[in-house]
């Protein structure tokens, strides 16, 4: 077994310094002409804008993932909606249904990916602020004086316009701002480094080390 | 060009990790103790390969690599692609875990494939014929690899030639630079070492050792 080892040893040492030159130089211009991009992976994210749903499909390298079709299952998989994304890979729709939805964009030739909007990320909340804000406002009104009731009544229904107004430019205006956070988001998780790269390959090369063990021992 | 998970249908994918046991066990079977360190660099060249972006204009495109596997392990490509596509499955989650069958079947064939036309060169005697095998090889790695592609997508109810064509379309410029690199490098190891490549004739009688290639496939690079 250790003249195999040594015979072993000496062919790997021998035949493969100029194959490893020509590898590890390989390897270096590919590291150097991108050291940040990796595949075609499709990737997407959504979330919501006042009453609407916004979703986005993209590819590693910054690609829209245009004409894709994508749809929206409720948590019993039943399809809810579908529509094709737009030049900017992006598809807006109402909300239909009050629940936590998946949403999956397929771009064809095997590419799809999957987003899960859970139900408490719905606006709801938005909703439920703006009742509640009326409400306050009719009980105010309701308190007034009756001279002065006319006045208040166009007043608050100003106020209540403002306040819609101001809500969806609010919304539209964060949205806006939190939009290339969550797309930064969605490319670091799935984004890998260089240092998986490396452990891909120590996985290799340690597998086959195993397997060559396990040879070795059966061979006399 | 991997398939990712929850587009098809249970019985494909079945199939696919069928067909790629199958495959995996006779051809790990071949697999010799003096292959293995050449199978281990050739998957890491592999995995890495389709993680790294060349950018071309406004698009970038990746290697794949299939080609050049089948090139230098011939049928041993099949457990070397099968193990580079577990890995960038489960690190960098190209394609999905139930469709490593599947996927396993459309890179690996395509390494089998290529693999099949570079073996053709025996039967021309043309200069730089390592160079123009080693380039069809690349590319037939890549078009056999979108064939399966669009095989396995007809049964998610997308047309099988409409699929077929956009597929090898949107193939047609990786099928090229990978046919550059391929063939470069078959005909580089060809000159500095020629028996690190797949289905090298012995120097031995040319006349017996042709009938014995074509017969036996398996056995070529197999230093006994």
């Known amino acids: 077994m250790k003249a195999y080892h040594t015979k072993n040893k000496a062919i790997i040492a021998i035949s493969w310094q100029p194959v490893r030159r020509c590898i590890t130089a390989m390897a270096t211009i590919l590291l150097l002409v991108s050291p940040t991009a990796f595949a075609h992976k499709l990737n997407m994210f959504a979330y919501v804008e006042g009453n609407k749903i916004f979703a986005e499909g993209y590819f590693t390298d910054g690609k829209k993932a245009k004409n894709s079709t994508i749809t929206v299952f409720d948590p019993d998989n039943n399809q809810l909606l579908q529509g094709i994304s737009d030049k900017d890979g992006q598809f807006t729709f109402a909300i239909p249904k009050q629940s936590d939805l998946r949403i999956t964009v397929n ?21 439920s602020a703006l009742t509640t804000s009326i409400a306050t406002a009719s009980k105010s009104a309701n308190a007034n004086d009756n001279s002065d009731i006319q006045h208040t009544k166009s007043s608050q229904v100003t106020t209540n316009l403002d306040n819609d107004a101001m809500r969806t430019e609010i919304e539209r205006a964060v949205g806006k701002a939190i939009k290339p956070l969550m797309r930064e988001l969605s490319t670091m998780r799935s984004e890998k480094s260089l240092a998986d790269i490396i452990g891909g390959i120590g996985f290799i090369f340690g597998l086959f080390g195993v397997a060559m063990y396990f040879k070795s021992r059966q061979q006399p | 060009m991997h398939i990712s998970d929850g587009i098809l249908s249970a019985p494909v994918l079945i199939a696919g990790f069928i067909g790629t046991v199958a495959v995996a066990a006779y051809t790990l079977r071949q697999l010799d103790l003096d292959d293995i360190p050449k199978v281990s660099v050739i998957t890491s060249v592999f995995f890495v390969a389709s993680l790294i972006h060349i950018p071309i204009g406004p698009s970038s495109i990746h290697l794949i690599l299939g080609g050049l596997v089948g090139v230098v392990l011939g049928i041993r490509a099949f457990p070397a692609i099968m193990l580079g596509i577990i890995l960038q499955t489960i690190l960098f989650g190209h394609g999905g875990v139930t469709v490593i069958g599947v996927n396993t079947m459309m890179l690996g064939g395509g390494g089998l494939m290529a693999y099949a036309v570079w073996q053709l060169r025996h039967h021309f005697n043309i200069k730089k014929k390592e160079m123009i095998f080693g380039g069809l090889a690349g590319a037939m790695g890549i078009f056999s690899s979108g064939i399966v592609l669009a095989l396995s997508l007809v049964t998610t109810g997308e047309e099988f030639i409409a699929t077929a064509w956009y597929t090898l379309i949107a193939h047609i ?12 490098c078959a005909a580089f190891l060809a000159k500095v070492k020629p028996d690190a490549l797949a289905g090298q004739l012995p120097l031995a009688p040319a006349v017996t050792a042709t009938a014995a290639e074509t017969t036996k496939p398996s056995n070529e690079d197999s230093p006994k």
Do not use: F, R
């Open chain 2, 173 to 184: 410029p990786v099928m090229i630079i990978e046919a550059l690199v391929v063939g470069s």
């Open chain 1, 107 to 127: 771009a064809g030739m095997g590419h799809q990916a999957e987003y899960l909007l859970l139900k408490n990320e719905l606006s709801e909340e938005t909703e």
